[in-house]
């Protein structure tokens, strides 16, 4: 417990510290969602339909954004070897980090999700519900990334390869978390179904992700 | 307590580096490795931390705590120094003390061991090499493991910190540890046995 909590506070600090990426994320994900309306035109009706996915798309490629480097440092630095050399299993070393990295990451594009949705004519109403859907999808989308993240470390390349890795796996939490925003803003279908779903892709994913995720460092390390 | 290794293979992509190695290492013994460029000095301290896997041959650990998995019971010093820049002193042996476990030092006498004492609340970007070397051996002090893995420990280190890390070597041996180390010169340990390496 003293080994989580010491990699927890490490990496948070690690994140909020100058050459962290924590406010990287909600950067890029105002930029990518501002632009959206000079592409769009203001149509605010259209822009109102089609909200809750630029939200969902913007989340996802930000969440992605400060993830290819989450176990690159480390593995540069040797901070990896003694990982390894812990007590603690590295499965839950590398569970620690992706919530690590979730809470500096995820967490701020879930408060300023609301805020962008205003500028996208999003109703009010159902901003609390949006932000809900992104508050459950994204930390899937941490742990999915996360594998692609070790594998990038494994093969010794960065940056693209995650993308390229990680976006396909995360489509069904994407067409599910959109469901459930969508489902919440108008109303037209039932707002439980694609919401447990997405719920199941995220607990699944918290257990799934450590899991490859270790398999890919300890394989790829030696 | 006494570290075994019978007949020791090891392959680095796809080609062989040593085989047929074997040793046996008891309490208060140090050994120092070595042998030519590529003979698999790294290697041999890496398979023994764990971190790469025997070809061949097993490695065992007799008496000490048996449910503990030998590289739980090493501390690995490699060429890297794994301290974040970001970080300051103490923050960084903090977290690898609290990561371990089991600490038997206090931070500011671990430092003090090393002679960093005054430099606690500097980010460790500023250190020089030698000092980010000096932190990280802080972190074998700070930590009780039997067995200590060091890869050419006193590189950037001036004389008086290559004197100051015999003296923390000498009262490891002294207090039942082992050290296996890879070097090319004298590190300070007179009566360590010595097993060089024959690249294959």
Not at chain 2, 57 to 64: E, P, R, V
Not at chain 2, 103 to 111: D, G, K, Q, Y
Not at chain 2, 126 to 135: I, T, W
Request: include cysteine; charge should be neutral; proline fraction near 5%.
């Amino acid at each position: 417990m003293i080994a989580f909590n010491a990699l927890l506070v490490r990496d948070m600090r690690l994140a909020i510290r100058v050459g962290g990426g924590a406010l990287m994320g909600a950067l890029f994900f105002l930029i990518v969602v501002t632009m959206m309306p000079f592409a769009i035109g203001p149509d605010l009706a259209l822009l109102a339909r089609i909200g809750p996915a630029i939200l969902w798309l913007g989340a996802l490629l930000a969440s992605l954004l400060a993830l290819d480097r989450l176990f690159a440092t480390d593995h540069e630095d040797g901070s990896l070897d003694l990982l390894m050399m812990g007590a603690l299993p590295l499965e839950l070393s590398v569970a620690t980090k992706a919530i690590a990295h979730w809470l500096t990451t995820g967490l701020p594009l879930v408060v300023i999700a609301p805020l962008l949705g205003l500028m996208l004519n999003v109703e009010l109403h159902a901003m609390g519900w949006l932000a809900l859907t992104l508050l459950v999808g994204t930390p899937a989308l941490t742990f999915i990334g996360l594998v692609g993240a070790a594998l990038a470390v494994a093969l010794r390349r960065g940056g693209l390869l995650l993308a390229v890795l990680v976006l396909p796996l995360t489509v069904p939490v994407l067409i599910f978390g959109v469901a459930a925003a969508n489902a919440a803003l108008f109303g037209a279908t039932p707002f439980g179904p694609p919401f447990t779903i997405l719920c199941a892709l995220t607990l699944a994913s918290l257990v799934l992700g450590p899991i490859a995720a270790a398999a890919a460092l300890r394989h790829g390390l030696e | 307590m006494r570290l075994n290794a019978e007949e020791l293979a090891c392959n680095r992509g796809g080609r062989e580096v040593f085989r047929g190695l074997s040793f046996a290492l008891s309490s208060g013994e140090a050994m120092v490795i070595s042998g030519r460029n590529g003979a698999g000095k790294s290697s041999l301290l890496r398979m023994i931390a764990g971190l790469v896997r025997c070809a061949a041959g097993q490695l065992t650990l007799d008496g000490g705590e048996r449910d503990t998995p030998l590289a739980e019971q090493c501390h690995y010093l490699g060429h890297q120094d794994a301290m974040k820049p970001s970080l300051t002193v103490s923050e960084n042996l903090q977290f690898w003390t609290e990561f371990f476990g089991a600490r038997t030092h206090t931070i500011e006498s671990a430092l003090q061991a090393v002679g960093l004492a005054a430099l606690t609340d500097l980010p460790a970007a500023y250190l020089s090499a030698g000092q980010r070397r000096r932190l990280s051996i802080a972190r074998l002090v700070s930590v009780q493991r039997p067995i200590w893995l060091l890869d050419e420990p006193t590189s950037a280190l001036d004389s008086p910190s290559q004197k100051r890390l015999a003296e923390l070597m000498q009262g490891h041996l002294a207090g039942g540890g082992m050290i296996v180390a890879a070097a090319h010169g004298p590190i300070g340990l007179e009566r360590a046995r010595e097993l060089k390496l024959d690249p294959a």
